[in-house]
T-cell receptor, first 114, second 110 residues
């Protein structure tokens, strides 16, 4: 069964550094998402992406965050200047269409900001 | 603003027992999702409930949706240790993404 793949599985970075988290959504899917989960807490929506542009974004997704689909397969989340509170698990997800399909989640990238 | 509340947030139960996890949400919308998450792992889709009165079953898990009461339930029948996990309900979807509950951390003891 096709999977959403994310790399790296774990990223450690120093505060103030830029990080790029990478995702390869399922190939025939059209809608892509990033979510984050702070350890032991609930899963929070960051951003949705369709047709090479952001569809919706949450309050969490401020100017420090950006997303890109640079080459038709990868879907990236960039954090420009990381803060301690950015430490979390970041999940990429995709769906084939907007209606009724459950999100297919990747295995996540654990980001640790020191 | 859509709010999703689950209870209980933590549940310890014995194998063989039955129990129900509740998911209340604040605004009307279609689509209610249940996900399972094992420690340190991704979220696995369990059920998608699309309309009032929808009931879906998979093994020892059964989910239902009452849109009038804004309530979904996840019922566990004759629990086994393998069902130990965190269970999330979520509403919404589409471009706005999903709003998740805080999750129910379920431990099933032999």
């Amino acid at each position: 069964e096709p999977e959403v793949t994310q790399t790296p599985s774990h990223q450690v970075t120093q505060m103030g550094q830029e990080v790029i988290l990478r995702c390869v959504p399922i190939s025939n899917h059209l809608y892509f998402y990033w979510y984050r989960q702070i350890l032991g807490q609930k899963v929070e929506f960051l951003v949705s992406f369709y047709n090479n542009e952001i569809s919706e974004k949450s309050e969490i997704f401020d100017d420090q965050f950006s997303v890109e689909r640079p080459d038709g397969s990868n879907f990236t989340l960039k954090i420009r200047s990381t803060k301690l509170e950015d430490s979390a698990m970041y999940f990429c997800a995709s769906i084939p269409g907007l209606y009724n399909s459950p999100l297919h989640f990747g295995n996540g990238t654990r980001l640790t900001v020191t | 603003e859509l709010k999703v509340e689950q209870n209980p947030l933590f549940l310890s139960m014995q194998e063989g027992k039955n129990y129900t996890i509740y998911c209340n949400y604040s605004t009307t919308s279609d689509r209610l999702y249940w996900y399972r998450q094992d420690p340190g792992k991704s979220l696995e889709s369990l059920f998608v409930l699309l309309s009032n009165g929808a009931v879906k079953q998979e093994g020892r898990l059964m989910a239902s949706l009452d849109t009038k009461a804004r309530l979904s339930t996840l019922h566990i029948t004759a629990a086994v240790h393998d069902l130990s996990a965190t269970y999330f309900c979520a509403r919404g979807g589409g471009a706005d993404g999903l709003t998740f509950g805080k999750g129910t951390h379920l431990i099933i003891q032999p």
